[in-house]
């Protein structure tokens, strides 16, 4: 079973820009109802990805830099990247489908 790690400002450049894996990051806060909602979803793509995409979550209210770095207004955001280049964003609450196609797109 994988897991989705949280990432901070602090870790943000190893975790995730040197990553040797893509990484799919879940920008999220406590108080955010999708958020709750696309959180186990994260969590079984992890499991179905594991070992071709690393899956962090980052709260947004106790890590500010990096989410106003990549302009995050709305949240759940979920952000691809790929050799430390970001490759795709979803905005908001999607489907399990539509977030396998976004992240199937990001990595070839």
């Not at 955010?32 to 793509?45: D, K, T, Y």
């Not at 962090?56 to 830099?65: G, I």
């Not at 691809?80 to 070839?108: C, H, M, N, Q, Y």
Request: proline residues 7%; contains cysteine; charged residues 30%.
């Amino acid at each position: 079973m994988s897991d989705v790690r949280e990432v901070t400002d602090t870790t943000w450049d190893s975790d995730v820009l040197k990553s040797d894996l893509p990484v799919l990051v879940d920008f999220w806060a406590p108080w955010c109802g999708p958020c709750r909602m696309v959180a186990p979803i994260v969590q079984e793509l992890s499991e179905e990805y594991a070992g071709k995409v690393s899956f962090m979550k980052m709260n947004t209210d106790e890590n500010p830099m990096v989410p106003s770095k990549f302009g995050i207004r709305s949240i759940p955001s979920l952000l691809i990247f790929k050799g430390g280049e970001l490759k795709g964003t979803v905005v908001g609450f999607r489907p399990k489908s539509d977030l396998k196609k976004r992240l199937d797109e990001a990595l070839v």
